[in-house]
Nanobody, 114 residues
Framework: VQFVESGGGWVQPGGSLELSCVAS????????MAWYRQGPGKERELVTY????????NYIASVKDRFTISRDNGQSTVHLRMRNLKPDDTAVYYC????????WGQGTQVTVSL
């Protein structure tokens, strides 16, 4: 099982980024997928998840209405569109199957600052 995240970078407050994660080693369409993040000096937290079919999503309160998770089961890829980014969104972002103790990928760094 492997996850390769990409799309991070530096952006000013109020900016936008879109992250992607390509998964391999399992039947992607069978599993819920999630994005997690770990900010500097903080514990890793679940940010959002999406059902196996993409019909259901859920978000933590601090990103609701700013972040959008989506998936492409044909490409074994999950995306995270982020807009109106805030400095508190600065973190390394990871994807993983929800409810599974998979090894973490390398993550992708998102930095929001002036």
């Amino acid at each position: 099982v492997q996850f390769v995240e990409s799309g991070g970078g530096w952006v000013q407050p109020g900016g936008s980024l879109e992250l992607s994660c390509v998964a391999s080693g399992f039947t992607f369409s069978d599993y819920e997928m999630a994005w997690y993040r770990q900010g500097p000096g903080k514990e890793r937290e679940l940010v959002t998840y999406i059902s196996s079919t993409g019909d259901f999503t859920n978000y933590i309160a601090s990103v609701k209405d700013r972040f959008t998770i989506s998936r492409d089961n044909g490409q074994s890829t999950v995306h995270l569109r982020m807009r109106n980014l805030k400095p508190d969104d600065t973190a390394v972002y990871y994807c993983r199957r929800r409810w599974r103790d998979d090894a973490w990928g390398q993550g992708t760094q998102v930095t929001v600052s002036l």
